[in-house]
């Protein structure tokens, strides 16, 4: 047995310690890991953000390279949730009695969002600053957090989106907040490079970490009042986007009733293979929706620029993807945007 | 101010008072819309409870302050004692604005110059009292102000009363259920729970899925889980859920075993008289056995059969089978024995599962076959992880429109972490395969 060392710092080799237990889902050891730094000395904060934030940025990496499987990766994270957990109930909120004294603050993923382990960690951050925090969640249906409003009358809403598939429904949470008088700041990569969409969708404030949101809380909060009154406010979606989401189902249908033919490779398709396609198909369809639904064609060049790099490292050839993209496209031809979106992003994916 | 500005001033004020059902939000609201048409400072006192008055001010270079002071000191600011009385507002001109208490406003306004102290018209009782004030000598409130100061106060105090009307109903219905939401599974040593649960998206948080989980006791070694489904959704199912739950404990203290547990509720429900009410419901008793093995002793009534994930990643349905609860004067239970080595996973869960509708093309059900895919590649997983991810994968499937409560409950027999890791040993490889199925894209 060797004599315990005081770790009072994290660094790359106790990272990969780290890494190697929630890659087990040694959910017990990674809990007394981030006990034990606790004991030593290393402030909560350092540990939420560098170790279990950080780790679970390179599980996300470690999945698109397909080096982890889908459910080790939810084994990981399962385990980083139960550190924090322990982290939180080791860690009295701090302020003036021990009594939260900044203000009361609900915290939500978007409807549909299901990665809750960010808006935990920023929940703890939170608390740790002083916020008496509700965490409503993973996808907290729209009428649950607006009902939690009129209950609870927090200083802000913390709405967090992982996902640009998300945002029409963010903007219509975000829309009800506004309209019952509570400033929302939002979170995540689903608002865009630098949160650029946040504030299309009337949010008042971006963080782009859970340490700026802290900060951006800090001071100035609540913003300013200002009216929703104004008729020039944001005109999101049109009538191809009411159509794509409409059409949705057909659209799949059709489509996987033509797979075999535009890629021969899908009539060989068990029945666990096609379902899989036809839910590559649905974010197709969900994407496409979302960068109607925004008028940012980013959104969707980016996720088809990423889903062929996931699909190469697995082995699955471009076309695939392309065949994909065209059973879509065949079926909206009378849809100038989208028709356009879907053969833009045809022609940047790699030809082999 | 002139009739267009008093108009849009109502106006807004309509709109952000009509806002929020939350009183606390109301009253801020109220206090800076005063502040920002009608006055240099204003303060809202609500009427006296348990001799205390809640306030809330905002006046000039402060955030909004929030406070409580006794019932006694009301009568120190002029008019106050008769707007919380329900009594017609006194005209500004009758109120000295030099016998206001120093405490009422922040010294931030100076000496005040004009007081003005109006009714917040309730539900048939005053919902408060507005204090509005002016800084400096020459302030003064004109009969325009006071006028345009009422319609404002009687908005307010509509809003007011509105949301306090429903935070009481808030609140009586957390109380009611509080009893009826899902427990917090307790820990028990040697057997990982967990439980999830979902009611139907339009429903409170509450409906006829239940769970529940009773520890040993002095009389019983043995864990006794339980998840059932109330025909029928919200309240009403909720309530019955709540009966049988309590039921449930009951028996588990007298020592009933799950199959003579079905039974007693059977007649029980039989004999409660209510109409076309029943229940299915399977009841486990969990015990440890030996080398980290964990036994369950399951019974189910009209219930879909557990299903048992192995640790090669095979999925087994168990072999249970009963009659509904509560219909027949007589049940018929096929109890069944399930042995679960370390890793391997029994899981428990309505029928809202596997009827989920969704798909691509909106309408085709999950399915106990996708079910049991899914199960399957939560193959060494945590139970915790394991249950997410199933709730992850319905709610993708029904792209989070299920319309039935759902409830999950899984019992797992723990693995034991290899010793080599707790020293920082070389990692074991990893049991889990990558699946060749082309991935679910996700940024």
Redesign the interface.
């Known amino acids: 047995m060797t004599a315990h060392q005081v770790v009072t710092r994290i660094d790359g080799a106790l990272a990969d310690h780290y890494l190697s237990l929630v890659a087990d889902g040694d959910e017990q050891a990674a809990a007394e890991l981030v006990l034990g730094l606790l004991d030593d000395g290393v402030p909560a904060q350092r540990i939420i953000v560098d170790l279990i934030g950080a780790t679970q940025a390179r599980v996300g990496e470690l999945w698109a390279a397909n080096e982890w499987s889908v459910a080790r990766e939810h084994a990981a994270t399962a385990a980083g949730e139960r550190a924090l957990a322990a982290l939180a109930g080791r860690t009295p909120p701090v302020g003036r009695s021990g009594r939260p004294f900044r203000g009361r603050i609900a915290l939500a993923c978007v409807d549909g969002e299901w990665h809750g382990l960010p808006a935990r960690m920023l929940a703890e951050l939170l608390r740790l600053d002083g916020w008496r925090v509700d965490y409503l969640g993973a996808s907290v249906p729209g009428r649950h957090l607006i009902t939690h409003l009129h209950q609870t009358g927090p200083d802000a809403v913390a709405l967090s989106c992982m996902l640009p598939t998300r945002l029409p429904r963010a903007h219509a949470a975000i829309t009800a907040c506004r309209a019952a008088g509570v400033p929302v700041i939002a979170g995540g990569r689903g608002f865009g490079p630098d949160g650029r969409w946040a504030q299309r969708l009337g949010a008042h404030a971006w963080a782009a970490t859970g340490e700026e949101a802290v900060t951006r809380l800090s001071v100035d909060w609540p913003p300013p009042y200002v009216s929703d009154l104004s008729p020039d406010g944001p005109n999101l979606g049109d009538e191809e986007y009411t159509h794509l989401v409409r059409s949705r189902p057909e659209l799949i249908t059709t489509a996987m009733q033509r797979l075999a033919a535009a890629y021969p490779e899908a009539d060989h398709y068990d029945q666990s293979q096609a379902d899989s396609t036809a839910e590559d198909l649905g974010h197709i369809v969900d994407f496409l929706a979302a960068a109607l639904y925004m008028g940012e064609p980013a959104i969707f060049l980016d996720f088809t620029r990423w889903t062929a790099e996931v699909l190469q490292a697995r082995n699955v050839p471009p076309n695939a993807l392309r065949a994909g993209l065209h059973l879509i496209q065949d079926q909206l031809s009378d849809f100038p945007s989208a028709a356009d979106l879907l053969n833009r992003a045809s022609t940047q994916i790699p030809k082999t | 101010m002139t009739a267009l500005l008093q108009a849009s001033f109502l106006?807004?004020a309509g709109?952000?008072l009509s806002?929020?059902?939350?009183?606390?939000?109301v009253v801020r609201?109220t206090v800076?819309l005063a502040v920002t048409h009608l006055a240099d400072a204003a303060v809202v006192v609500r009427p006296a409870h348990r001799r205390q008055s809640a306030w809330t001010r905002l006046a000039p270079g402060n955030q909004i302050e929030e406070g409580t002071l006794r019932e006694s000191l009301l009568a120190e600011v002029p008019g106050l004692t008769e707007a919380l009385g329900g009594f017609p507002p006194i005209p500004s001109r009758w109120l000295d604005p030099a016998q206001a208490p120093a405490w009422l406003v922040p010294a931030s306004l100076g000496p005040i110059g004009a007081l003005l102290v109006v009714p917040l018209p309730g539900n048939a009782e005053p919902a408060g009292a507005l204090i509005l004030a002016r800084g400096g000598p020459d302030a003064v409130f004109t009969p325009e102000d006071e006028m345009l100061a009422r319609v404002f106060a009687a908005r307010a105090g509509t809003a007011i009363a509105a949301a306090v009307l429903?935070?009481e109903q808030?609140e009586i219905t957390a109380v009611l259920q509080a009893d009826l939401l899902p427990p917090e599974l307790p820990r028990v040593d040697g057997i990982e729970l967990t439980g999830s649960y979902q009611a139907a998206?339009e429903a409170l948080?509450i409906g006829g899925d239940f769970y529940d989980v009773f520890t040993p006791d002095d009389d019983n070694t043995d864990t006794v889980i339980a998840l059932g489904d109330v025909c029928g959704t919200g309240p009403e199912a909720a309530v019955l859920t709540g009966k049988i739950r309590q039921t449930l404990r009951a028996l588990r203290l007298v020592g009933t075993g799950p199959e003579q547990m079905l039974h007693v509720l059977n007649k029980a429900l039989q004999q409660s008289g209510r109409q076309s009410r029943f229940v299915t419901l399977v009841v486990g008793s969990v015990t440890r056995s030996d080398h980290g093995r964990v036994r369950l002793d399951l019974a189910t009534g009209g219930h879909p059969p557990p299903l048992i994930l192995r640790t090669d990643g095979t999925v087994e349905e168990a072999p249970v089978s009963g009659t509904l609860i509560g219909v027949l004067p007589k049940t018929v239970v096929r109890p069944a024995t399930v042995e679960l080595a370390p890793g391997e996973l029994c899981l428990m869960f309505s029928d809202g599962l596997t009827e989920a509708r969704g798909?691509?093309?909106?309408?085709e059900q999950y399915g106990e076959?996708?079910l049991r895919?899914a199960l399957s590649?939560?193959?060494?997983?945590?139970g915790?992880?394991?249950v997410?991810?199933i709730r992850?994968l319905v709610?993708?499937w029904s792209?989070?429109g299920h319309s039935d409560d759902i409830a999950m409950l899984a019992v797992r027999a723990p693995t034991r972490?290899?010793l080599s890791?707790?020293g920082?040993g070389a990692?074991?490889p990893?049991p889990?395969?990558?699946?060749d199925?082309?991935?679910?894209?996700?940024?």
Request: glycine share 8%; hydrophobic share 20%; charged share 30%.
């Open positions: 106006t807004e709109h952000r806002a929020s059902l939350n009183t606390r939000r609201t800076e429903y935070q808030v998206r948080r798909g691509p093309a909106g309408s076959e996708r895919q590649s939560c193959r060494g997983i945590p915790a992880a394991a997410e991810r992850q709610s993708d792209h989070g972490t290899p890791l707790r920082g990692a074991t990893s889990w395969a990558i699946p199925r082309p991935p679910r894209p996700r940024p």
